[in-house]
């Protein structure tokens, strides 16, 4: 069935010529700042571990089912049943080396599902898991983790591009891996199950990113954009290749979200001087709702700034509220890319090598 899909994509958009890396490595869970995880197999499945020069075989029912992990500086510490080993690197794939379901646990904060080859390592005590996972599958996870249910059908699959898109141009945001999985990057939990929205989304969008001057560009998305999404000068980024055009938006331009926030005196002047980067160092330290926007009138009484504003994150692309509306006003994923990222177009990535 997705060979049909692809083959029928392929005949209505160009293919890309470059070839293009089909799996992507996230670094997962870094936001726990984990000394201590554990690891497991699917409930019917079974990993092949490989560190300090061993093979294990992780699978229920058998002796070593649970592979406990703790750091030691820049070392890893295993232990399962009465084994334990020390070693710099672990992998963790299935028996073939293969991409296969695995559960990461960090012991009284998480449990988390993943599909893909997890690489684990330490660095100054802390432990940094990597998945490295198909490109379909990252891009389901995604559709899942920042879409809100009920979303129509061509909104989320126009979703699926940008973020498929955002994945294939990229990254070099970190060191230790390509992609984090929060907002910084984009927000990723579990794959979501083959039948639902999200997974069906990735599927009928197979391969499918947008460009501009024949390479993928970066596309960014936020929830709303208060009217009309924003240009990288308008709030102070720096953004190559795709040059991002402030397009109006017709839902959020008649029901905007409006919001009003207090901020000191030394906040305000860390928006106005450094634009989406200064929200950005308040979001940090105060909570991500501390500034919702960066499209604000700014008002000082008493020694506070009353800001008042309108719209939900930086502004730029795609605005999901938008996409919304305009899905269900019956456009499609095609149209509602070209309305958010003019002068692009659609390619389908060539097949993986
Ligand atoms: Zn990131
Ligand atoms: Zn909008």
Same mark, same amino acid.
């Given at each position: 069935m997705?060979?049909?899909?692809?083959?029928?994509?392929?005949l209505?958009?160009?293919?890309?010529? =470059?070839?293009?890396?089909r799996?992507?490595?996230?670094?997962?869970?870094?936001?726990?700042?984990?000394?201590?995880?554990?690891?497991a197999a699917?409930?019917? &499945?079974?990993?092949?571990?490989?560190?300090?020069?061993?093979?294990i075989?992780?699978?229920?029912g058998s002796?070593?089912s649970?592979l406990?992990?703790?750091?030691?500086?820049?070392?890893?510490?295993?232990s399962?049943?009465?084994?334990?080993?020390?070693?710099?690197?672990?992998r *963790?794939?299935?028996?073939?080396?293969?991409? *296969?379901?695995?559960?990461?646990?960090?012991?009284g904060?998480?449990?988390?599902?993943?599909? !893909?080859v997890?690489?684990?390592?330490?660095?100054n005590?802390?432990?940094?898991?990597t998945i490295?996972?198909?490109?379909?599958?990252?891009?389901?996870s995604v559709?899942q983790?920042?879409? #809100?249910?009920?979303?129509?059908?061509e909104?989320?699959?126009?979703?699926?591009?940008?973020?498929?898109?955002?994945?294939?141009? !990229?990254?070099?945001?970190?060191?230790?891996?390509?992609?984090?999985?929060?907002?910084?990057c =984009?927000?990723?939990?579990?794959p979501?199950a083959?039948?639902s929205?999200?997974? +069906? %989304?990735?599927?009928?969008t197979? &391969?499918?990113?947008l460009?501009?001057?024949e390479k /993928?560009?970066? %596309?960014?998305?936020?929830r709303?954009?208060?009217?009309?999404?924003?240009?990288?000068?308008e709030?102070?980024?720096? =953004? +190559?290749?795709?040059?991002?055009f402030?397009?109006?938006?017709?839902?959020c331009?008649?029901?905007?979200?409006?919001? #009003?926030?207090?901020v000191?005196?030394?906040?305000?002047?860390?928006l106005?001087?450094h634009?989406?980067? !200064?929200?950005?160092?308040?979001?940090?330290?105060? !909570?991500?709702?501390a500034? /919702?926007?960066?499209?604000? #009138? @700014?008002?000082? %009484?008493?020694?506070?700034?009353?800001?008042s504003?309108?719209?939900?994150?930086?502004?730029?692309?795609?605005?999901?509220?938008?996409?919304?509306n305009?899905?269900?006003?019956?456009s499609?994923f095609? @149209?509602?890319?070209?309305?958010?990222?003019?002068?692009?177009?659609?390619d389908?990535?060539?097949? *993986? /090598?």
């Open positions: 997705r060979c049909v899909c692809l083959l029928l994509l392929s209505g958009f160009p293919l890309l010529a =470059q070839s293009q890396t799996t992507v490595r996230i670094g997962v869970l870094g936001i726990f700042h984990p000394h201590e995880l554990t690891i699917d409930p019917t &499945g079974e990993l092949l571990i490989v560190a300090g020069g061993q093979r075989f992780l699978q229920r002796s070593c649970l406990r992990v703790r750091s030691a500086g820049d070392n890893l510490l295993l399962c049943s009465t084994m334990e080993i020390r070693a710099v690197e672990l *963790a794939s299935g028996r073939n080396q293969q991409s *296969a379901g695995l559960v990461l646990t960090l012991p904060k998480i449990k988390r599902r993943y599909l !893909g997890l690489e684990l390592k330490a660095k005590g802390e432990l940094l898991p490295t996972m198909d490109l379909e599958t990252a891009v389901a559709i983790a920042e879409t #809100t249910p009920g979303t129509p059908m909104a989320l699959k126009a979703q699926a591009v940008v973020s498929r898109s955002y994945f294939v141009s !990229g990254g070099g945001r970190h060191t230790d891996f390509d992609f984090c999985d929060l907002t910084h =984009q927000f990723l939990r579990e979501p083959s039948d929205p999200a997974a +069906n %989304a990735a599927m009928s197979h &391969g499918l990113v460009t501009y001057e /993928p560009v970066t %596309a960014m998305f936020s709303s954009c208060g009217g009309r999404t924003r240009t990288p000068e709030i102070r980024v720096s =953004q +190559n290749g795709y040059p991002y402030s397009v109006r938006c017709d839902f331009y008649n029901h905007p979200v409006r919001w #009003t926030r207090k000191s005196r030394e906040d305000a002047a860390l106005r001087l634009g989406e980067n !200064g929200r950005l160092a308040i979001g940090r330290r105060l !909570g991500w709702d500034v /919702p926007s960066n499209n604000f #009138t @700014a008002q000082e %009484a008493g020694g506070e700034v009353t800001l504003g309108v719209g939900q994150g930086h502004g730029l692309g795609l605005c999901q509220r938008g996409a919304r305009m899905a269900e006003s019956g499609d095609r @149209a509602i890319l070209d309305h958010y990222f003019p002068n692009t177009r659609l389908v990535l060539p097949s *993986a /090598p």
